[in-house]
């Protein structure tokens, strides 16, 4: 089966027109939504993914309408094959999952994102490693001074005083008390 997409940004704007398109080109369903392409949970989108059978198709009119970004976009077009179903848009011949060639492009694409993730990943793991040399700490700052760690420490395991107790004086969980080692 065929299924429609048809997105717009604003309460202003209308989709008829994208449904219009979707059903000339032989979309059984049109799942309609308002909805910006920068927000990633869209829910029509999640519904029309979600109904996909093996063979199924999802069209759009552009493929701005699908997504804003190319990260987006190639994780719904993840989500999608994922559900053995296809995807095309119509205005962009070459984003078809349904041909080769158009499957062939979207494969580079999601190459191309891919490594650009990893570059990503490098760089944020080589500056957090020159910042750690630097004596710079990371991740939270600790909720209790280390005067504070011994005194709980102490009430809870000499004075036996309950863990949720001690916890609820410091403004802490109980498992923050759990956890200070001796």
């Keep these: 089966m065929i299924f429609g997409y048809a997105r717009v940004s604003t309460d202003g704007q209308s989709v008829n027109a994208q449904v219009a398109v979707l059903r000339k080109h032989g979309a059984g369903k049109v799942f309609r939504e308002v909805a910006s392409g920068a927000k990633t949970d869209r829910s029509q989108l999640r519904r029309v993914i ?5 063979g199924d198709v999802l069209m759009v009119t552009r493929l701005d309408r699908l997504a804003r970004s190319t990260r987006d976009m190639l994780n719904t077009l993840a989500a999608i ?3 053995k179903a296809g995807f095309r848009s119509l205005n962009d011949a070459w984003a078809d999952t349904t041909t080769s060639h158009g499957l062939l492009m979207l494969t580079v694409l999601g190459g191309l994102a891919e490594f650009e993730r990893d570059l990503i990943r490098a760089r944020t793991s080589e500056g957090r490693e ?3 040399a630097r004596g710079v700490k990371m991740g939270r700052k600790p909720r209790l001074t280390d005067h504070q760690k011994r005194e709980a420490i102490r009430r809870r395991d000499i004075d036996g005083e309950p863990v949720r107790e001690i916890a609820r004086s410091y403004n802490v969980s109980h498992s923050t008390i ?5």
């Design 50 to 54: 979600d109904q996909f059978d093996a």
């Design 81 to 83: 094959a994922d559900r």
């Design 130 to 132: 020159r910042a750690k």
């Design 178 to 182: 759990s956890r200070l080692i001796a």
